[in-house]
Nanobody, 118 residues
Framework: QVQLVESGGGLVQPGGSLRLSCAAS????????MGWYRQAPGKERELVAF???????NYADSVKGRFTISRDNAKKTVSLQMNSLKPEDTAVYYC????????????WGQGTQVTVSS
């Protein structure tokens, strides 16, 4: 059974930091691209950042220079360090695992709430 379990969300003031973590089980973790997505109320889910099995990273323009994604294949975890948080970063953050080959597999976590407010 595949599970992606996020943790680390919460309430933070503007300019503050949070670190999200996602623990994976039931998958060959090192073979997956791991990503973080977010969905704010009334908006569509959007990509925040992803990291490939080879360690390449990609970020949404809105978070470049503020967020850092990393992975630990031995621990089967992916993390998102979020600095200089803004109110517009408020959303439910979801962990995603994606594999293209040999067959397409895609999994989601249950999400963790991040609220940036004074």
């Amino acid at each position: 059974q595949v599970q992606l379990v996020e943790s680390g969300g919460g309430l933070v003031q503007p300019g503050g930091s949070l670190r999200l973590s996602c623990a994976a089980s039931g998958i060959f973790f090192s073979g997956y691209t791991m990503g973080w997505y977010r969905q704010a109320p009334g908006k569509e889910r959007e990509l925040v950042a992803f990291i490939t099995s080879g360690g390449s990273t990609n970020y949404a323009d809105s978070v470049k220079g503020r967020f850092t994604i990393s992975r630990d294949n031995a621990k089967k975890t992916v993390s998102l360090q979020m600095n200089s948080l803004k109110p517009e970063d408020t959303a439910v953050y979801y962990c995603n695992a994606d594999r293209q080959l040999p067959d397409r597999l895609n999994y989601w976590g249950q999400g963790t709430q991040v609220t940036v407010s004074s």
